[in-house]
């Protein structure tokens, strides 16, 4: 793992990739006890698409921990490599233009897997 901040590859630290493994693990379990529900309450086609929120969540948490690199620091011009709370300003403006460019592939890589996995639960004869 990087220590040093790395302009449009890595802005997180291990103690803030961890946190977003945790909130991955939040994502799939809200998705799988919402999956559930949905199963059992015999949802049709509309109401499966619901799943999509808990899923992105998931997904989100998923692809930051895997890419150390936070959408929201990434947005915001900031980077956090030490411990929880430790947020530093990104200075130079074609840092922050990198950074800004991979945390919207983030969120669109973040929608188009929610948006997949939504489909294949809706689609799903369950």
């Known amino acids: 793992m990087s220590t040093s ?5 890595c802005n ?3 103690a803030e990739v961890r946190r977003r493994q945790i909130v991955a693990i939040i994502g799939l379990v809200l998705s799988l006890s919402s999956g559930a ?8 086609f509309a109401g499966k698409l619901s799943l999509f929120l808990p899923l992105m969540v ?9 890419k ?3 959408l929201a620091y990434g947005m ?14 990104v200075q130079d403006p074609a840092d922050r233009a990198a950074d800004r460019k991979t945390a919207l ?6 929608a188009a897997l ?3 996995l939504t489909l294949i639960f809706a689609v799903l004869p369950l």
């Not at 915001?76 to 300003?89: A, E």
Request: a positive charge; proline letters at 2%.
């Open 68 to 70: 150390k690199f936070c």
């Open 12 to 14: 997180l630290g291990k």
């Open 37 to 44: 529900g949905l199963i059992a309450s015999h949802a049709n």
């Open 76 to 89: 915001m011009g900031t980077f956090n490599l030490g411990k929880l709370g430790d947020i530093s300003r």
């Open 114 to 116: 929610a948006a997949i």
């Open 105 to 110: 592939s983030i969120l669109l890589q973040a």
């Open 58 to 66: 998931f997904s989100v948490g998923f692809i930051q921990s895997r």
């Open 5 to 9: 901040y790395i302009p449009g590859t």
